[in-house]
């Protein structure tokens, strides 16, 4: 059976070794593996090193596996991996917590690509040692808080223009609505909010199979009860978790890592949906939907993601819009972005106003219902399965502004 790689004390007891002076030293009964992080436990660490934070997600996580009665899977090579060329790294896939930004960051560190990364999987699957070879990697996965992946899932994949309206979009619809448009039916560009909760919740508690953006976190392709990983990386401190990951294991991992790799990245996955935006057009030719809502939607979806101030209003009308080019809609887009970026406070409200007004549509039976879809990852992960800001719905209604995120649906 693997070891637990991390095994820490109780927290009350580490507070006490800190204030004493005492070094930490990670418990590890078995001693598999001799590498970096053996070499950082044995020096003393202040309590909000990165190092300490870590330990303390792996003590959360295996006292809520013990707590939920989760145990070790005899296949522990079956899960989503992806590795280096060289079977140093490995990192397991999570849909919506940053999984296409890192596989663009291992992709520029290795020269190779996430099909590469796939393959070198493959390859150690049907090795006899895959165990041990993954066993021996150092292995990180992405998680972030639930709440916030399942609205950043809407406004990514259904609210903003995409090529998954007319395969993901079509499909829930047909499972949640009465009564359903030819237009949805064909195109499915309406899905509201209200009804990818409902088809979460609903899917989940029949026990069928989830979209992989919306199914938990720890599912079997990543469940971090049965894969013990080294690193528990949580998108909220995203930044100082992989300047540790990647300088740290530089030396044998990778050749060159520069700590503004992830500032250029998020700027890259932030104007990425633009490409999805232009492919998309050509496909609802023939329907009634209205191209001005369609791109108006593009537009608002950088106010609610808090990179285009609200009050920046929409710079186009329809016949502007006819025969727009994507270098056109680039350039405003980006204007606006570069306008609103020296205000972060108020970009930082409009994220959270714009994601308690998604979640003030649902009724408190369905939230009630989304609160048990979350719980284990929240007892695992170390998050609030019930969040005030979220479930005190008549603070939040007084709170949140009277602009509407979500036009053009």
Known sequence: MRRKKIITPFIIIFGL???????????????????????????????NDIIVNNTKRFDILYKACRHLGYSEDVNLTNIRAHM??????LYCRVNKCASTMTLELLKQLFSCDTECLIQNAERVRLNVNARQVMNDAFSFMVVREPYGRLFSTYCNIFYFPKEDWLYRGTKLIKLTRLNISNDSLL???????????????????????????????????????????????????????????????QEETVEMYKKDIVISLKKWTTLGPIKHLFKTIPLLKGSNISMYDVYLRAW???????QVLKTINFPYNESDLIDIKKEDFLRQLTKAMNVSAVYKDKL????????????????????????????????????????????DKISCLQKNSKFDYFKGL
């Not at 800190?18 to 202040?46: H, M």
């Not at 280096?84 to 790294?89: A, T």
């Not at 608002?300 to 808090?306: A, D, H, L, N």
């Open 17 to 47: 070794q800190l204030l004493s002076g005492i070094c930490y030293v990670a418990e590890d009964p078995n001693q598999k593996k001799e590498n970096y992080r053996n070499k950082q436990e044995e020096k003393c660490f202040p309590s």
């Open 84 to 89: 280096s060329p060289n079977l140093k790294l």
């Open 187 to 249: 195109y499915g560009h309406d899905l509201s909010f209200s009804e990818l909760v409902k088809y979460t919740v609903d899917t989940f508690e029949i026990g069928d199979r989830l979209d992989e953006h919306v199914r938990p976190m720890h599912h079997k392709s990543c469940n971090p009860c049965s894969f013990k990983f080294d690193y528990i990386v949580h998108l909220e401190t995203l930044q100082n978790d992989f300047d540790f990951i990647f300088n740290k294991l």
């Open 300 to 306: 608002c979806y950088y106010q609610i993601t808090g």
């Open 348 to 391: 930082k409200l409009q994220r959270a106003e714009a994601m308690i007004q998604a979640y003030s549509t649902i009724s408190d039976e369905y939230m009630e219902r989304l609160s048990n879809v979350v719980l284990g990852d929240c007892l695992l992960f170390g998050y609030d399965n019930k969040p005030a800001h979220i479930f």
